[in-house]
């Protein structure tokens, strides 16, 4: 894979002392889509405005085709940003705002309208040239604006949560519309959002973050599969994080009984965290003949359309279980789990003061 | 609604009372002349003296002037003095309106700047000498620029502190003492400095709530710092120019304090010559003329102006650099 960017150990510490990036390095490769996905306050807003030439960083390097670019103001780079907000100029018309980039380098007015009626088809707004912004739908509105950038054929494509205004069919909508778009043009696309299910949905590859620091990078299968964290495990999906005892490789003991697992390389009796997602959890009545296993009742049971979502107490822990077969509020029930489905994982390595620190700053 | 309704009561009353019976009276000044009423004075054999008026009716009280519709005083108005008068008023206004401009907008632009600091508190001191008594500011002015001022007092020690400096203004032919005062550009002076905070601020105010994000979207899509003044910055705060411009012109082109301070009745503007209607000429209906010619001109000059400011167009390009 070609590197179009490369980022080295990049460090931005605000003037109040507040470090936003703790060393992130990330290589991003030509046409491909990664996303940058972690809670309000990880960084990922900053990393991308580093990336766009709007922050600052303290230190580090930004190499984009092997020319460090922080030296380099925004007008500079050949990156374009769809923004948060999107921020269209409202004095100017759909065509005029598309036409802004080309207009600046005095390129041809002709060769501009015609480049601009492609860029609208592109993104589904034939047509629209004339209106005016204010006239516009939000979804319209994040059109012009990736429309406004593309026109400019960036090598890169910063998008700042472009869809966390849109309700949640338009959504679904743009995320597929985006991917197409990004397929189509071979441009490589930094996107950032805080939705979990967009960035599963949509990118090659995923840099999961918090507080600063880019806790997994990974194909979305990796991500949701094998967490590194329990961090992760819990941002991405709907996961039971457990604490768990690796008492050998391949024998992990948690909710009092020992489970083999696949996992191996914790060494011996080591305090670990197993993810185990709901619907890897299965439930069988208390009269099966499976021995060693825990058991537990069933506390809660709530119908969510494709399958019942149960909570499960087994001692002094709850599980979430997905299961398409309903069982009774409290109903006795046996818990297996396959031995590929324990996820297991060194414990957190971020200190809870860190954590506070950055959740606080959030609000 | 009813309430909403009763609440606007008061103040229906105070614009009533305040301004439309006072402007149907400047309407009613404006179109009316004193006219003395023509008579013949008869003294009789009695010695008493009677009044005999034109239609030979008699009275024993001495007719008084009467009040007639006329529109001599439009008339009048269009005379070359008070044309020229007129004239010298935009003129001065129009001066005093582009130089705050030309002043006022780079302050505001600096004072939004992302990288000053504390703009609030430098807005506070360009404001601060406005909290003085007008008369005492403008006075302030004259004591420092008076033939005998502290400007002229300077520029003395000055000279006699540096030979030089004194033979090459002799040699230019400066005199001892320049006067600063009493005259067109002492009079701008004093309007610049009274309202040139007049137009900051609408600038001010209309810059700073430009949306950040817009001028990174410009240098985003490679406009560089002068390129997003000219397409972003400066079509935002045209709005904020329009209301200085407002705010400065109208009291500009109808002070007379100013005038009479700084060009100490050497310039006299339109709105010294209605204050004298008004006082020493005691002629209400002719400076109730002249407030109406005023009126309207100021009227159409905002019009005019609102015509730009809502011009549904958008801006589409704006190159002045």
């Known amino acids: 894979m070609e590197k179009i960017l490369s980022i080295k150990d990049l460090r931005v510490v605000f ?27 990880c960084g990922k807003t900053t990393l991308l405005r580093c990336i766009g030439g709007f922050e600052k960083p303290t230190s580090g390097e930004i190499l984009y085709k092997g020319e460090n670019i922080i030296p380099l103001p925004p007008y500079k780079r050949a990156i374009n940003t769809v923004f948060q907000r999107y921020a269209l100029f409202p004095h100017l018309n759909v065509a005029q705002n598309v036409a802004f980039g080309p207009d600046l380098r005095g390129e041809d007015k002709k060769k501009t309208a015609a480049e601009v009626e492609r860029m609208l088809k592109l993104v589904g707004l034939e047509g629209f040239g004339k209106r005016k912004i204010a006239s516009l739908s939000g979804g319209q509105q994040q059109r012009v604006a990736i429309a406004r950038a593309l026109i400019n054929k960036p090598d890169v494509l910063l998008l700042d949560e472009p869809l966390a205004a849109l309700d949640l069919k338009l959504r679904r909508e743009m995320q597929l519309e985006l991917k197409r778009i990004q397929r189509e043009s071979g441009i490589t696309f930094i996107f950032v959002t805080h939705d979990q299910e967009e960035a599963l949905t949509m990118s090659d590859r995923i ?17 949701y599969n094998e967490p590194q964290n329990a961090f992760v495990a819990d941002f991405i999906g709907e996961s039971n994080i457990l604490t768990a005892t690796m008492l050998r490789d391949r024998l992990v003991r948690f909710l009092g009984c020992d489970f083999p697992c696949v996992d191996s390389g914790f060494g011996e009796n080591a305090e670990v965290d197993i993810v185990l997602r709901p619907e890897d959890v299965k439930l069988k009545p208390i009269a099966d003949p499976v021995a060693n296993v ?11 359309g494709v399958h019942y ?20 509020v409290g109903t006795h029930v046996k818990i297996t789990i396959m031995p590929e489905d324990i996820q297991v994982m060194h414990k957190s390595e971020t200190s809870p003061d860190v954590l506070r620190k950055h959740a606080e700053r959030a609000l | 609604m009813k309430r909403n309704k009763a609440l606007a009561v008061p103040f ?33 054999e009695d010695g008493t003296t009677v009044f005999q008026l034109e239609d030979g009716s008699v009275t024993a009280v001495r007719p008084q002037k009467k009040t007639v519709v006329s529109l001599s005083n439009f008339r009048r108005m269009f005379e070359p003095t008070y044309l020229r008068l007129l004239l010298r008023s935009f003129k001065v206004a129009i001066i005093t309106t582009l130089i705050c401009l030309l002043l006022g907008y780079p302050v505001a632009l600096i004072l939004t700047g992302t990288d000053f600091k504390r703009p609030a508190l430098w807005l506070m001191l360009l404001i601060l000498p406005m909290w003085m008594n007008f008369l005492l500011r403008t ?60 137009m900051i601020m609408p600038i001010y105010t209309v810059i700073e709530k430009i949306d950040k994000s817009l001028l990174e979207a410009a240098a985003d899509l490679g406009a560089s710092p002068v390129k997003s003044f000219t397409r972003v910055t400066l079509p935002y705060s045209i709005p904020g120019v329009l209301e200085g411009i407002t705010m400065v012109f109208v009291p500009a082109v109808t002070t007379f304090v100013i005038s009479q301070l700084m060009g100490g009745g050497k310039v006299p503007l339109i709105g010294d010559i209605i204050q004298n209607q008004f006082g020493k000429s005691s002629d209400w209906h002719f400076g109730a003329t002249l407030s109406l010619l005023v009126m309207v001109v100021v009227l159409a000059f905002m019009g005019a102006l609102n015509k730009i400011d809502k011009d549904d167009e958008p801006v589409k390009e704006v190159r002045i650099l």
């Open chain 2, 139 to 198: 006075y302030s002015w004259m004591s420092i620029l008076e033939n005998n001022g502290i400007l002229n007092n300077w520029i003395a020690s000055l000279r006699e502190m540096l030979p030089a400096f004194d033979e090459w203004l002799t040699s230019r032919g400066v005199r001892r003492r320049i006067i600063f005062l009493y005259n067109e550009n002492a009079v701008i002076l004093g309007m610049v400095y009274n309202y040139l905070s007049f």
């Open chain 1, 15 to 41: 003037e109040d002392g507040f470090t936003a990036l703790g060393g992130v390095s990330i290589d991003i490769g030509k046409n491909e889509f990664v996303t940058l996905l972690g809670p309000s306050g």
């Open chain 1, 294 to 304: 825990p058991e537990g009742v069933v506390e809660t049971l709530l119908f969510k």
């Open chain 2, 12 to 44: 229906m009353l105070w614009a009533a009372i305040f301004i439309v019976v006072p402007l149907v009276m400047i309407v009613w000044y404006g179109v009316t002349v004193e006219e003395p009423i023509p008579y013949t004075e008869i003294v009789q």
């Open chain 1, 207 to 223: 840099a999961v973050m918090r507080a600063g620091q880019i806790q997994q990078l990974g194909t979305p299968e990796d991500i």
């Open chain 1, 309 to 328: 979502e149960m909570k499960v107490r087994v001692g002094e822990s709850v599980l979430l279980v997905h299961s398409t077969h309903a069982r009774a």
